[in-house]
């Protein structure tokens, strides 16, 4: 069971970026994902989640329009497009994986953690 999270970068206030988080071990139509962000000093948040079974997603407010999150069924990979980025969503970012049929942004809904990627927005 391994989920690894790739794809974090320096990217300047107003690009994008493509969070990747691949999954093996499990079968993938059994997972929720969920991506998390933990910035220094602050706890971990949910920023969006997916049931890759069914495709339901949830995001947090602060993400609705500016971050988009969807599944490759055949790379068994959830990505996580980031748009308009901020110095605000500078964080690590992590993706977390559960065997059920429903996602969530809380923490305490996921067993299994990747590690994490550094998303830095600076100029």
């Known amino acids: 069971v391994q989920l690894q999270a790739s794809g974090g970068g320096l990217v300047q206030p107003g690009g994008s970026l493509r969070l990747s988080c691949a999954a093996s071990?499990?079968?993938?139509?059994?997972?929720?994902i969920g991506w998390f962000r933990q910035a220094p000093g602050e706890e971990r948040e949910g920023v969006s989640c997916?049931?890759?079974?069914?495709?339901?997603?949830d995001y947090e407010d602060s993400a609705k329009g500016q971050f988009t999150i969807s599944r490759d069924n055949a790379k068994k990979s959830v990505y996580l497009q980031m748009t308009s980025l901020r110095p605000e969503d500078t964080a690590v970012y992590y993706c977390?994986?559960?065997?059920?049929?429903?996602?969530?942004?809380?923490?305490?809904?996921?067993?299994?953690w990747g590690q994490g990627t550094q998303v830095t927005v600076s100029s």
């Open positions: 977390a994986a559960q065997r059920i049929s429903r996602c969530s942004l809380m923490r305490e809904w996921y067993r299994y």
């Open positions: 071990g499990f079968t993938f139509d059994d997972l929720s």
């Open positions: 997916i049931y890759v079974g069914g495709g339901s997603t």
